[in-house]
């Protein structure tokens, strides 16, 4: 059971080439999601999606695109990077409870990414 | 914009001695997550507490939340240095997983 896997883990751009991030889990959760990580800034929601085909915009979804075409998968596309684009990415999966219960989201490792 | 401010933003404590780390939030909620990031890896999940609760433990960790405040506070006992890490309060509102993390303490535990 490896949880939730990030690839690749680091990845240097030049402004305007454009890369996919992958995420899988092997848990069967119905969320994901997409967070971008910057010093002082906490976590933020860039998109998510709450099952397979579906998907939609988070905080900061501007410059990214993704797509959920099998459940485990979750893919996050930056079709022309720009250097506000450097960021630690992460990814994250949850198995939905009910309204107002609360789920725990499990997060992958990250992909650290640096546009020049 | 950000849900949950974290205080303070950094604390350094000695081995043994207890870290309390409080997180701030402006709208209502239906529940309030920690989580702890060790550096260069993701976030793991430590506990939760649901809106209508004042107080739970795990282990070493007690979270209260004080809905009148708007506050919640994570308190961990008898510190580690495996301890040193960040943590960061998620708060959850409205429907569909709308979740929003903090900026984060960064814990410092020195042996």
């Known amino acids: 059971n490896a949880g939730v896997t990030q690839t690749p883990k680091f990845r240097v751009l030049k402004t305007g080439q454009s890369m996919t991030l992958l995420c899988a889990q092997d848990?069967?959760?119905?969320?994901m999601y997409w967070y971008r990580q910057d010093p002082g800034m906490g976590l933020r929601l860039i998109h998510y999606?709450?099952?397979?085909?579906?998907?939609a915009k988070g905080e900061v979804p501007d410059g990214y695109n993704v797509s959920r075409l099998k459940k485990q998968n979750f893919l996050l596309g930056l079709e022309s990077a720009a250097p506000s684009q450097t960021s630690v990415y992460f990814c994250?999966?949850?198995?939905?409870?009910?309204?107002?219960?609360?789920?725990?989201?499990?997060f992958g490792p990250g992909t650290r990414l640096l546009v020049l | 914009s950000q849900q949950g401010e974290e205080d303070p933003q950094a604390l350094s404590i000695q081995e043994g001695e207890n870290a309390t780390m409080n997180c701030s939030y402006k709208?209502?909620?239906?529940?309030l997550q920690w989580y702890r990031q060790n550096s260069g890896r993701g976030l793991v999940h430590l506990i939760l507490?649901?809106?209508?609760?004042r107080e739970k433990h795990s282990g070493r960790l007690r979270v209260t939340l004080d809905t009148s405040k708007k506050s919640s506070s994570l308190l961990i006992t008898a510190s580690r240095a495996a301890d040193t890490a960040s943590y960061f309060c998620?708060?959850?509102?409205?429907?569909?997983?709308?979740?929003?993390f903090g900026t984060g303490t960064k814990l410092q535990v020195i042996p």
């Open positions: 994250a999966s949850s198995y939905p409870s009910g309204l107002d219960l609360g789920e725990t989201q499990y």
């Open positions: 848990m069967n959760h119905e969320y």
């Open positions: 999606s709450v099952g397979e085909g579906t998907t």
């Open positions: 709208t209502s909620i239906n529940n």
């Open positions: 507490i649901r809106s209508n609760e």
């Open positions: 998620a708060t959850e509102s409205g429907g569909y997983q709308k979740v929003t």
